[in-house]
């Protein structure tokens, strides 16, 4: 695009060869205003050019111009088409198959500009600029498929079929908005050479409680002139903005220069000149503007192609400090090769967290004009620069973005699909993660549904909400009256209860996540009335009752069963199998009972009350596999493994009133 489309002014011209300069009146006229940036006119004389020329390469030739002028304008469709018009009137440069596909970049077409990408390859390998373009593609389409999260729609209340653009907010509230357009109502009545349309003015309008825009209304003659206007920034008291002034004269082109004004209540005062181009620059020749603010208000970042020291080409951002009078002071610092590259970095943002914001199109991008983020580095100097991606980013132009104070929601420009005209204003906002909970507690016996079930979650934010199942076992936790139970950055910690049950415990997180997300859980109770509640296999060696250490990890059950339960007392059941013991003198009971007495002691060791447990020999009473069934097995491995099933460690709740703390019962 045309830079100064939506900048008003701040395009550096692009200067054909002396060679590829056509003969000819109209030839000349048109290669001035070229030259000169009036590229909407440079486009109509092209095209009358064309008419009266008689050669054919020359035809090419200005066929190629046309393209190029609708480039800089911005229009890409059209440029495409009088690009592959020149192709079809063999022009000899074969770089119009690169533009062929940057035209088809910026319009989301990266398949297509690829197979263009090649094509200038095959003709003209040694340019890198065609294997960027491939990459950029490949880049794109993975953005493009995998957005991030931001929520973007046209502000249709402040957009016009013209160019509405870089909002910046005026109040302390940030209820009010100055933006720049070229709507019929601006100052200037002389169409800009460039795009064919008004100089931009600066336009104001508030929004109401219920987010409606007021009818924009241009700011006062103080502000708008017969040139362009554009591009407001205010300080944090909102009483001074800073803005971009380029003068307007019939066939003369003008650099662009920040401007201050101060503001009291509705009403501004006279304008005064940043001084901000080098002493012998000739004024005509350079422009400056896109001021942007730091949070203190002690620096001006700003776009400009002056030739300051480090400049990388095109436009640069620069760093200038000001005085307490909000003036420049000093030299203007270039923000170095990780900002700055060999085309146009401007639009530039400065957060409340000293982050910058601009945009680019020399950095990797999805098509034009992109927006991109860097840290702050430190005084005055940023990098890690990141594109924004899709879809604040796309194939269109985006520039000019801006924050609402410390939300993450505010405001960039651009052409892309979808809006009233040119380029407009867009909002966009990072919508909030939702998260819900919700859930069954079903019966572990009968798999049946548990009615009146409670279910209670406790957040590490100090929240505390409970529910109980209703007929289906069914819970919820999903919206809270404006509100939702389930809050981003937050663990929490889940009980399900219900008397006769053993309570199950459990843990969400919402910590990290960067998607919305509803966890569904299904809770299993088990029942405590009247029955033995199997273990993980606790195994133990023939004749021996010592624990193994395999067996020490399952009993990590029973034990979170029992701080789970405090107000339960257990009977530890141990069983051996049906072969006799000739150990011990009591036999498979006497063993099995030092069995379950192993297990308690573990379990003391961990710090659970003696009180809360009773161990019993079962000796080989309750074998999971009969003896009679063991001695059928065709393999003494089968049999051994049968065996080691029935020495094992199961556990009955006896009470449901036991008193922590107090080693007894209610």
């Not at 190629?64 to 911005?74: L, N, T």
């Not at 919305?516 to 009752?545: G, H």
Request: aromatic share 10%.
């Amino acid at each position: 695009m045309t830079t100064r489309k939506i900048l008003v002014g701040l395009s550096m011209c692009l200067l054909f060869s002396s060679a590829a300069i056509a003969q000819g009146r109209l030839a000349e006229e048109a290669d001035d205003a070229y030259n000169k940036g009036f590229y909407f006119n440079a486009i109509e004389l092209y095209k009358k050019a064309y008419t009266v020329e008689k050669k054919a390469a020359v035809k090419a030739e200005l066929i190629f111009k046309v393209a190029e002028s609708y480039r800089m304008i911005g229009d890409v469709q059209q440029a495409q088409v009088w690009y592959e018009k020149a192709n079809k009137a063999q022009y000899t440069d074969p770089v119009s198959y690169y533009w062929i596909g940057e035209m088809q970049r910026q319009q989301s077409l990266y398949a297509e500009a690829i197979a263009s990408y090649n094509k200038y390859k095959e003709k003209k390998s040694n340019d890198p600029r065609a294997d960027a373009g491939i990459a950029a593609c490949s880049m794109a389409q993975k953005w493009k498929d995998s957005p991030t999260r931001y929520s973007v729609d046209p502000e249709v209340l402040l957009n016009t079929p013209s160019f509405d653009y870089s909002p910046s907010f005026s109040d302390k509230k940030n209820e009010s908005v100055v933006f720049s357009s070229t709507r019929p109502a601006s100052t200037g009545t002389s169409p800009d050479a460039i795009v064919g349309e008004a100089f931009a003015d600066l336009f104001t309008s508030s929004r109401d409680r219920l987010g409606k825009w007021s009818e924009p209304v241009k700011l006062p003659l103080e502000i708008n002139t017969e040139g362009a206007e554009a591009t407001p920034i205010f300080n944090s008291k909102r009483t001074v903005m800073y803005f971009t002034r380029c003068p307007a004269e019939k066939k003369k082109i003008f650099g662009c220069d920040i401007w201050m004004s101060k503001k009291v209540g509705n009403n501004y005062s006279a304008p005064v000149m940043l001084k901000l181009k080098p002493g012998t620059a000739k004024d005509d020749t350079l422009t400056v503007g896109h001021p942007a603010l730091n949070d203190d208000e002690t620096m001006l970042v700003f776009a400009t192609n002056s030739p300051y020291p480090g400049q990388k080409g095109g436009k640069d951002l620069y760093m200038v400090r000001l005085d307490k009078d909000g003036m420049p002071t000093g030299t203007p610092a270039n923000l170095g090769a990780e900002i700055n590259t060999a085309k146009d970095e401007m639009f530039p943002f400065i957060r409340f967290d000293g982050s910058l914001y601009f945009s680019s199109n020399g950095h990797q991008g999805m098509g034009g004009m992109d927006l991109y983020h860097a840290e702050k580095t430190g005084d005055g100097t940023w990098g890690q620069v990141e594109n924004l991606k899709a879809p604040l980013n796309s194939a269109a132009d985006e520039v000019g973005i801006s924050f609402d104070g410390e939300h993450d929601r505010g405001f960039f420009t651009s052409n892309r699909a979808g809006g009233k005209g040119q380029h407009d204003i867009w909002r966009f906002h990072m919508p909030n993660l939702e998260f819900a909970l919700q859930g069954n507690v079903y019966d572990k016996v009968t798999g049946m549904p548990i009615t009146g079930a409670k279910v209670t979650v406790v957040g590490t934010n100090g929240s505390n909400f409970s529910a109980l199942t209703d007929d289906n076992g069914g819970f919820a936790f999903i919206e809270s009256g404006k509100d939702r139970y389930i809050k981003e950055n937050t663990s929490y910690s889940i009980l399900a209860e219900k008397e006769g049950y053993l309570v199950v415990k459990d843990q969400i997180t919402t910590v990290g996540l960067t998607e919305s997300t509803t966890f569904v859980k299904e809770y299993f109770l088990e029942p405590i009335i009247n029955r033995a509640i199997q273990l993980p296999q606790i195994l133990y060696d023939v004749d021996q009752f010592f624990l193994r250490p395999e067996s020490k990890d399952s009993l990590e059950t029973l034990y979170i069963t029992l701080v789970d339960n405090p107000n339960i007392v257990v009977e530890l059941r141990s069983h051996t199998d049906a072969r006799p013991t000739r150990k011990y003198k009591g036999g498979n009971k006497e063993l099995s009972q030092l069995r379950a007495q192993s297990c308690v002691n573990y379990l003391i060791e961990k710090g659970i009350d003696p009180a809360r447990m009773v161990p019993i020999g079962m000796g080989p009473d309750e074998p999971v596999i009969p003896m009679d069934v063991i001695k059928k097995m065709a393999t003494r491995e089968e049999q051994e493994a049968a065996h080691q099933k029935n020495r094992r460690t199961d556990f009955k709740v006896l009470r449901t009133d036991f008193v922590p703390g107090t080693g007894s019962t209610n």
